[in-house]
Every structure is written in structure tokens, then in C-alpha cells.
């Protein structure tokens, strides 16, 4: 029970839908209708303000780690499970017809509250892969999966929370379908870094 409550009161914190929210309060419209219809802050930084993309990011993370500190009080399990719910919400949001963004600055805030030494790897992993081949997409899938080798392979995480762990990561994969095809077919966006132009 302790288990379900934690999932359930991190999906209610996960699906409010500050990228929205914060669209309206700077006068930016509907961001469902912007770019790419997502609501996370790489929409929101679509729009031209800068400043409402980073309050988006920043709560968006918080969204994830909030939940999680609270449920580390009920142990382990309710903490993966907190997190899992958080991500959940974002994704799916029953305030917007369960049409959500794609998580990973959720999974993040959730990731670091979760066990802060995964959010390192998971920067790190980020950062080289990124480098290396300049796909955001690929360094976000490749840095989960790292994040998540290093918790499992820790052995401090009972049955449950393990198997919530890899939902989490699976539900990266899953949002991020249509970067995975991009990739295949060599249509993939790039990042930049400096002044080089692709």
C-alpha cells in the first residue's frame, strides 16, 4: 500500500504541467502548440524566452526529485517507485489527455534523489557521448542506460525498486521512439558546441 501511495502521489506531482503553465504566465500562448507540440523546456526555449525555459527545466527536475525525497522515509522501493510515478505524470498527464513530454528532465530530478553517484554517471556518460557524436538523443539513451547499470549493479536495491528502475529507463527508450528512428535513418538533429556550424 505504501508502494501504490508512493506511485500514485508522484504521478500527481509529475503531471503538472509547468512548461504549460509557465507558457501562459509569460504570455508565450499555448505551448502544445509550438515547435514540436512537446511540453518540456526545449519547447519552451522554441519559443524565444529563455528565462521561462529554464524555470521549466529547473521545475520540471524538481517535479522528479520531490516526490522521491519524500518517499525515501517509507524505504527504498517507495523512493524507485516515487520516481517512476513522477516520470510516469510527466509523460503522461491526465490534465492534458495524457499527452506529455518526453521525461528525461524529470528522470533526472529523480535519478539524483535517488542515488546522487547514478546522476554523475549519467552527467558524465551525457557529456562524452554528446561530444563524441553531437546526437542529445543517443547521450540521453546511452547515459540511462549507464545510470541504470550502475544502480543495479550496486546490489542495494530490493526486487521491487530494481524492477521500477528499469521501467524508468524503458519509458526513456519509449518516449524518445522517434529519435531512435531519426538516428537509424541518419536524419537525427545535431547539437552544436561553440561557433561550429553543422
Not at 508565450?28 to 514540436?36: E, F, I, P, T, Y
Not at 491526465?94 to 529523480?110: D, Y
Request: charged share 10%; hydrophobic share 60%; net charge positive.
Amino acid at each position: 500500500m505504501t508502494g501504490i501511495m508512493a506511485l500514485f502521489g508522484g504521478y500527481l506531482i509529475g503531471s503538472v504541467p509547468f512548461g504549460v503553465l509557465l507558457a501562459r504566465v509569460f504570455g508565450l500562448g499555448d505551448l502544445r502548440k509550438v515547435g514540436s507540440g512537446n511540453i518540456g523546456a526545449t519547447n519552451v526555449l522554441r519559443t524565444g524566452n529563455k528565462a521561462a525555459a529554464a524555470l521549466t527545466l529547473l521545475l520540471d527536475a524538481l517535479k522528479g526529485a520531490v516526490p522521491v525525497w519524500i518517499a525515501w522515509a517509507a524505504g527504498p522501493e517507495a523512493a524507485a517507485l516515487a520516481g517512476l510515478g513522477a516520470v510516469l505524470g510527466h509523460c503522461f498527464p491526465v490534465w492534458l489527455g495524457f499527452r506529455g513530454g518526453k521525461g528525461v528532465a524529470t528522470f533526472l530530478g529523480a535519478l539524483l534523489a535517488l542515488d546522487w553517484v547514478a546522476f554523475l554517471v549519467f552527467v558524465g556518460i551525457w557529456l562524452g557521448v554528446a561530444f563524441l557524436t553531437r546526437y542529445s538523443s543517443l547521450a540521453a539513451l546511452v547515459a540511462s542506460l549507464g545510470a541504470l547499470a550502475m544502480m543495479l549493479g550496486s546490489g542495494g536495491w530490493p526486487p521491487v525498486a530494481m524492477a521500477a528502475l528499469i521501467v524508468l529507463v524503458a519509458l526513456v527508450f519509449q518516449r524518445h521512439g522517434q529519435n531512435i528512428a531519426r538516428l537509424r535513418a541518419g536524419t537525427e538533429s545535431r547539437i552544436s558546441f561553440g561557433s561550429k556550424k553543422t
